[in-house]
């Protein structure tokens, strides 16, 4: 799978998980992201998806890195739909 693909792919599984927060945008706790079966059947590394598409600035979180458990409360933002 090409990188803008699996990114194609995340911000439909942002949007199928997550709600629109105060700003109109959809946002989805990472622990929520990471535990989905769906998710977890489409994505190897999930949080490279993720790292590439921040710096594509496309999602955003607080960050560089998200570890499960650790970090199941942060938001993961859909900047672009």
Known sequence: ??????IGLLKEEIKR?????ASGQYSVKYGVLFKDDRV???FEALLGTLKSAK???????????????????????????
């Open 1 to 6: 799978m090409n990188v803008d693909h699996e």
């Open 40 to 42: 977890a059947n489409i």
């Open 17 to 21: 998980l997550g709600a629109k927060n």
């Open 55 to 81: 710096k594509r600035k496309i999602v955003d979180f607080k960050g560089e890195m998200l570890l499960q458990g650790v970090h199941d409360d942060v938001d993961v933002i859909l900047l672009q739909e």
